[in-house]
């Protein structure tokens, strides 16, 4: 197991979880039943001699390696802004990068046997520092990634320096990741670095992880974690899925009693301070943070804390005590929904919002006599779609107003809204998605794909390769729709996730999406893709 | 989330961890596909005015609970030694156990509001003792737990004093943990108890806990975790499956080679000190260890360390240079095994080792020509079991020879070896694994379960509730038969559980089958049951 980061995920996290280096498995299990399949044959090995590309995750489009090894002493080596460079010192965001990846680099500096011999004893010529060039003018070092920020990079290390050039802050945080992957210890403890050249950018622009924090309220600390670990598998969107039935945890500030009355307690909220925490700590990783306030369906928890929002059922003419979507009949709704979202606009800074949409369940409304009276008024006769589909009209039409672009699940497209033309289709259902994604591209949408990428559905064994095999790209449709499709996500829906079981169950399984999404199509070898998973995988811990 | 114990699994394991208290969840969730069945409407929710009966786990064989609280004042209660107990100060067992429920009970001492009114002033009654009385004249205060010892406990909680009364200290352990978890904190943080009287004992003797450290390598702290989760669900045996074909971690002290060349690394092996604190652990816990040496199959890692002690395989005439089973045909073989489990057999307190014997794969000894020939001067004619039988009835010699008893996989059983009266038979294989209960108990044999309740095996939603709908007993036979079915075991096996996720995916899923193992064969009541459940996990958090 290398042992070039001694911060990290699981490591970091858990003092107590002493990190078993090497891994399993051959043979037979005891166990498998005999009617099924043998199990996997082996899950994390130790690959051996492992050199630097072994170990790379995701692969980079083009990469070329030496056998020469440069050292590097932890003492000297350097990452610092290169000449000609329109970044500086002035660009926290780099600042933090360089500290950060120093770390991941060569540990908690308590180097066992520092400088253990002269430098002149050692075969291997030293790699002295990383000059950092930003070649844009201007870095983007205050700025928030957004959907067409370049990640592109490239990265050359020879003696004496290596040398990575990115037109935006962005792609440099991508190189560092890239560096700091191919940077190991020898067998004596030494820091190697192979000399080589990488050219790299990413196949798909939107590249996210969906977390669920109304489910299971996750602490901060546990999203952190998961934004350093989507860091380093090159993902950039965190999508986060923060309210729902379930609870309301997003604590706003024009409207408290949404999560006073609507987060399982006082204590399982996100502040401002909280959000802002995450959305930065997002930003200094080149992740945007975009988050889902779902209606009109998915909102039971709302109803605690803003009176007449959603609809009141009925039965036998008499309202039930219980309540459906939102009421889609009522102006105070949209006096609301106004009201918050302009809070939501500038709360986070992302351009875009999803709005959701989806699994919307009509039995409510349809019991309803005033929204039936309100159905024939608008002349909807019993086409309940049309119903919702004139609430999220509404409620795109205000979320333009606040200059957002939106995001929306499938079934926003399927119930024929009119939807702008950048808006995002997220297509989840599982059924026959890649005529989704043919469907929502024809007609000129862009499309982000989740369906094959549930991450909650678990099973006995490897499914990484499972998620590893999906092409995107696999549905019929020209060249120019292809070309709509911008990316994926990763899906950890919290029906049964929380921080105790977060981190195992979300890594490294999202490695393989995030790979998928960054590398070049043809990068689809199984076997290597385990020898350097596993070598990421131990990385990462 | 009941906080009554701030020391405990996770929470003291992560500080990162910061633990949900409330959980999900109801209606529809996204993503399900359409084609399946709705998932489990809710997980673990807050079982909101939670009396002391909606946590106990496992449920006790009788109770009685008034609606009588008593109050506890953390600085005044006292866990102490009860008139006429043969236990005193010198019983370390009890005073590790006392010290260990205190915290347990009322957390890390730093109370925000300490005594933050006069007790006059509160409408309970106080509880200040509970004592702790036991009755035989040999306590056991220094021995270790064996299949007989009896759990047996009596409690009584009224004021202003609580007994606790055992035979022996194992069954006041029990009670321990019985009374810790009766002890609750109401609104204000008060430490409250109903009166209560409770008479239980365990349905079956042998609750165990099946853990793989060869497949992985798990910390010893990861093991003394387990331990503390078994004891707060009244497990009594951990079943150390300590070797196997992919890893040697037992540090040997007659064969050091066998984990010096058959570990992971240097770094992946239990030391004599290692085993003998887990055994420490456990005993101050009423667990006994019973540890597994499997053979003749799956045992490559043994060849690494032990020159011919496997066969080797032959193709076309040739020694392959790989090797099968240990090789039965040898003198040298017997001899090994015989000064190996002298030591397991002293090193190992308990009154049974595990031989294993589980899935011998015929194929190398097929190959060999000379454990051919062997056969043919034996007269096994091709019948391959019967080497098998061979050589395992020569290992139970061996073992027998150091007074220990044997606990065996059923293919030993299946396979006609002549087993001794006492011999407990595992039964593991999971179909019609009641007809082999049948089988085992009816040649006059005593059987331990595991077959329904392999946790390595996962899926998505609440699997819980199948391995708690198991009835050991519902298998055809006398009930002389049902009587030699001892207990059961939960199996996690080890191919894809490794310190990263080795808690969260056995508990509280392993919670399930102690509770099926101890307590009254009619508690089977899901809803009753998810109630409780949620409260324990909360609490073992």
Known sequence: CAMGRAVGLV???????????????????????????????????????????????????????????????????????????????????????????????????????????????????????????????????????????????????????????????????????????????????????????????????????????????????????????????????????????????????????????????YNHIYTPADVHLVIEYARLRGIRVIPEFDTPGHTESWGKGQKDLLTPCYSGGQPTGSFGPVNPILNTTYDFMSKFFKEISSVFPDAYIHLGGDEVDFSCWKSNPEVKEFMRQQGFSIDYAKLESYYIQKILDIVSFYNKRQVVWQEVFDNKAQLKPDTVVQVWKNNLYALELSSVTGAGLTAVLSAPWYLDYISYGQDWKKYYSIEPLNFPGSEKQKKLLIGGEACLWGEFVDATNLTPRLWPRASAVGERLWSSRNVTNLKDAYTRLTNHRCRML
Chains 1, 2 share one sequence.
């Open 11 to 265: 490591g970091l996290l858990v003092g107590l979880f002493l990190v078993p280096a090497v891994l399993v498995s051959t043979s037979l299990r005891h166990g498998a039943p005999r009617s099924d399949p043998e199990p996997e044959a082996a899950e994390w090995e130790l690959a051996s001699g492992a050199v630097s590309e072994d170990s790379l995750w995701p692969l980079p489009q083009w990469l070329r390696t030496s056998s020469r090894q440069l050292q590097l002493a932890p003492g000297r080596f350097q990452l610092v802004h290169g000449a000609g460079s329109s970044a500086g010192p002035a660009c926290g965001l780099l600042q933090d990068a360089f500290r950060r990846y120093y770390g991941y680099m060569f540990g908690q500096s308590h180097r066992r046997k520092p400088s253990r011999r002269p430098l002149g004893d050692r075969a291997e010529p030293e790699l002295l520092q990383l000059q950092v060039v930003i070649e844009s003018g201007d870095p983007g070092c205050h700025r928030y990634p957004h959907l067409e920020s370049s990640e592109a990079y490239h990265l050359t290390v020879s003696e004496p320096v290596a040398v990575l050039k990115a037109d935006e802050v962005w792609g440099a945080l991508r190189g560092l990741e890239t560096f700091s992957q191919l940077v190991h210890e020898d067998d004596y403890g030494s820091f190697l670095v192979n000399e080589s050249e990488i050219d790299d950018f990413p196949r798909f622009a939107h590249r996210g992880i969906l977390l669920d924090t109304s489910r299971h309220y996750l602490p901060v600390k546990s999203i952190l974690t998961t934004l350093d670990a989507m860091a380093f598998n090159k993902f950039n969107v965190f999508h986060w899925h923060i309210v729902d039935d379930q609870s309301f945890p997003y604590q706003s500030i024009s409207f408290p009693e949404l999560s006073n009355k609507g987060a399982y307690s």
